[in-house]
């Protein structure tokens, strides 16, 4: 035969997939998952058996661990030291077990993730409660199946005399399946099992009554109650674990944070190097030292605060930012009749009773056969001791002693294997104390099979024992809670004021986009004058705004987004420093342009509204806690038809008129309360009825009729009427004449639109950009004031072709120094 023609042909994908199937249904069943019976993976039970096989008990001398290591890898676990090694160090950790199973001696390792020695440094020997994990097991109560190979038997389950699975808890990634299941209180889930085994029909509800939620052995709080009710009752579920915190009152009125027990799984060197680096870094401010105090009396980490600090805020500030507060996900996915499956609390204590009650029926069978075979042997011995010189004088005229057993079988009638017990006998079991200790030893075994037969026989007998020797565990072993648990889960909210030094400072956003933050030493320093701040050639400054670094800034685009800006993440520059590109600090498209700039301190003021203002004439009023965001990327804060665009936003508390002007003079005045408050993503509603070639160019809050209205157009001219001269309408109309333009070829024109309006009170500077790219400025005092439809007066001397585009900025004249 050809040699090609032994290889069949096969397809990739099916090789692949078959292979990729069978190391799945490996890792699943034999390595990751733990068995829904005994609460442990592969791995952790040969471990436990090879140290019970080989006498390595508690009540025996430690043992070297590279023996334990060496007798699991070559007798049940082919898969190297480490895993084994690894596995046993877990069970050695008193942080990470509710019951430690190993008695470990020697560096074991450490919370701050330290490694444990070498298996050749460290001995070790099973803990008392691991005994309760194995005993009876050579009593037939578990089957066994050969190891990897076939030179020795071990066990696929422990007999597990209590529910390691949720006292332990178990961690596992498989392939397609992951486990997390949670310690639990070994007194509590002891109790939740013989309760269970009274009342067959419970739910999670009465159950939650005994089994509170997890106990986890490093404590903390637990919060989420409905995560645990979840949990319990699909196995899938989540909970917050808080550590446990106090703050200390120190001499001269600091304060300093106590930190004495973290979650559960939290590295705690990881975590102090993380609180430490948030001081460094001053994330957070009043925070001294953080020093780690922990020895021989416990876990004990402490933040030392400055005097003055908000000892509530930076606890509240570490809690959301470092993993002294975590979230814990349950996933309780065990093997049960060798398929994974995600079960409640209630399926994993039902298969957990089943499991005893196999138990406990293969271990009476067993000492029920050893009881029977004794019986049967002590009844032949009384009975030849009631006949004993007969026998003696049989067992004399035998001729050896198969004759002698054959003879007493044929006299007598006893069976062989009373027979063989006979001639064992030794001579001083003939004196009476002997033979009434007999007849004793009988009658108490003739008992203890019919003990034995009662249990096989009766359910509620068989239960009864479970309960018995499971109370028995609870007395012996059991340990109050550790872990606190809080029914809500409390939010943490973080004081801005924590984090950021309060501070005023001086934010400016120039035409070009350039934006800094400077402190106002920096602005006096260099003179205290707005024109002094730096800019690049031909770029002029647009906002100017005093704020406070624990307020946040809205940014409106002309397209409708809006960015939520903190002050303090504002890059900080000297006063004649150019800033940096707006990109570099909020993602603004390139296309879009920024409209208005509001600061804010605190979003749940009441009655405070924003007033968006379209060129089409459309006004929208929206509720200021709207627009809380914690999203750096644009927000969408007005719904923009496709060919408008944004005015102006101002903040509303309601008290005040709205003022729109048009490009083409016309104007309108209504009260802000007549446009109704709507969503934040609303389109509003109409304010001004404009002709199809105008828009609006400009919107003002105004009040009262003290003051005026300035308006200019793009040749420069400019007036101010007086703000009683625009009546109060309702919203939508057509409005009033504002300014006239000048009509006829021999009149000199005045402009052919409206490009900015200014309400004032007080003397300021307009400063104007022109279509050359030049800029110019004038005193509102030099603008005449005039009736509401006069022409008005030219302002700003512009060379031929050269017109006005926009107010780039008004500088009231008595606040600049």
């Not at 003022?659 to 009260?671: D, P, T």
Request: net charge neutral; glycine share 8%.
């Amino acid at each position: 035969m050809d040699l090609l023609e032994s290889f069949l042909p096969a397809y990739l994908e099916e090789v692949v997939g078959d292979r990729f199937g069978r190391y799945s249904k490996y890792i699943i069943q034999d390595r990751a998952i733990p068995d829904v019976r005994d609460g442990l993976k592969p791995v952790q039970r040969r471990i436990l058996y090879a140290m019970y096989d080989a006498g390595n008990t508690p009540d025996k001398p430690y043992r070297k661990s590279a023996k334990t290591v060496g007798d699991v890898m070559g007798n049940y676990h082919p898969h190297g030291d480490s895993s084994i090694y690894e596995g046993m160090v877990r069970m050695a950790q008193y942080w990470k077990m509710g019951h430690m199973l190993i008695d470990g001696h020697g560096n074991w390792g450490s919370l701050d993730d330290d490694p444990a020695a070498a298996m050749r440094y460290t001995e070790a020997r099973l803990s008392p409660i691991a005994l309760e994990l194995l005993r009876d097991i050579e009593k037939r109560t578990v089957l066994f199946k050969d190891n990897f190979d076939n030179t020795t038997k071990e066990p696929v389950v422990l007999p597990s005399r209590y529910p390691n699975l949720l006292v332990n808890g178990v961690s596992g990634i498989s392939s397609g399946f992951a486990t997390e299941i949670p310690p639990h209180n070994l007194r509590e889930v002891i109790d939740a099992c013989i309760e269970l085994m009274n009342h067959p029909e419970m739910d999670v509800e009465s159950m939650m009554n005994i089994v509170k939620g997890p106990d986890f052995p490093t404590g903390g709080i637990i919060m989420g109650e409905d995560g645990i009710r979840d949990a319990y009752r699909t196995g899938k579920g989540r909970i917050y674990l808080r550590s446990k915190t106090e703050i200390e009152e120190l001499r001269g009125g600091k304060q300093q944070i106590v930190i004495t027990e973290i979650p559960y799984q939290v590295v705690k060197s990881r975590l102090v190097t993380a609180m430490e680096n948030i001081r460094l870094e001053k994330k957070v401010e009043g925070v001294a030292e953080v020093r780690d105090e922990s020895g021989r009396n416990g876990l004990r980490i402490v933040v030392e605060l400055k005097k003055d600090a908000d000892a509530q805020g930076i606890l509240a500030y570490f809690l959301k930012k470092t993993d002294l507060q975590v979230t814990y996900n349950f996933n309780m996915v065990a093997i049960v009749n060798k398929t994974p499956k995600q079960l409640g609390l209630l399926d994993l204590l039902k298969a957990y009773i089943e499991h005893q009650k196999e138990v406990v029926t293969y271990r009476s069978r067993y000492d029920l056969e050893k009881a029977e075979d004794r019986a049967h042997v002590l009844e032949g011995l009384v009975k030849a001791l009631n006949i004993l010189d007969e026998v003696i004088a049989a067992i004399k005229a035998s001729k050896n002693r198969q004759d002698a057993q054959k003879n007493l079988v044929e006299q007598f009638g006893f069976s062989e294997r009373q027979a063989d017990s006979i001639l064992t006998l030794q001579l001083y079991r003939l004196t009476n104390l002997e033979i009434t200790s007999l007849e004793k030893e009988l009658k108490e075994t003739n008992k203890l099979i019919a003990y034995l037969q009662g249990i096989l026989s009766s359910e509620k007998k068989l239960i009864g024992v479970i309960k018995d020797e499971l109370t028995e565990i609870r007395n012996k072993y059991g340990i109050d809670r550790r872990s606190v648990i809080q029914g809500e889960v409390e939010e943490i909210k973080v004081n801005l004021e924590v984090m950021v030094t309060p501070e005023d400072v001086l934010v400016t956003l120039s035409k070009e986009g350039y934006i800094k933050r400077t402190s106002m030493l920096s602005f006096t320093r260099s003179g205290g004058d707005l024109e002094t701040t730096g800019l690049k050639e031909g770029d002029s400054l647009r906002y100017h705004k005093e704020v406070n670094t624990i307020e946040k800034l809205l940014i409106f685009t002309q397209k409708g987004q809006y960015f939520l800006l903190p002050v303090h993440q504002i890059p900080e520059y000297k006063w004649k420093d150019t800033g940096t590109a707006i990109v570099n600090v909020i993602p603004i498209a390139k296309e879009d342009r920024i409209v208005s700039v509001l600061p804010v301190k605190d979003f749940e003021q009441t009655a405070r509204s924003l007033v968006f203002v379209t060129r089409r004439g459309q006004v929208k009023r929206t509720e200021l806690k709207e627009y809380a965001t914690n999203r750096s990327s644009g927000v969408a804060a007005v719904k923009v038809a496709d060919a408008d665009e944004v005015v102006k936003v101002f903040i509303s508390d309601g008290s005040k008129d709205i003022l729109l002007v048009s490009k083409l003079g016309m104007s309108i005045r209504f009260n802000e309360m007549e446009v109704n408050p709507m969503g934040r993503v609303s389109a509003g509603v109409r304010g001004i009825q404009l002709k199809d070639d105008d828009e609006v160019i400009a919107a003002e809050r105004v009040s009262g009729d003290e003051g005026e209205i300035l308006v200019i157009s793009d040749l420069g001219y400019a007036k101010r009427s007086f703000l009683f001269d625009y009546p109060l309408q309702g919203r939508g109309g057509k409005g009033i004449i504002t300014f006239e333009f000048k009509e006829g070829k021999r009149v000199k024109p005045n402009g052919t639109s409206l490009i900015g309006m200014h309400a004032c009170k007080e003397a300021s500077d307009v400063h104007l950009l022109l279509s050359s790219g030049k800029t110019a400025a004038f005193s509102t005092e030099s603008t005449p004031i005039e009736d509401r439809k006069s022409f008005g007066k030219s302002v700003v001397s512009l060379e031929k072709g050269e017109k006005v585009t926009e107010i780039i900025s008004i500088r009231s004249i008595t606040n600049q120094s």
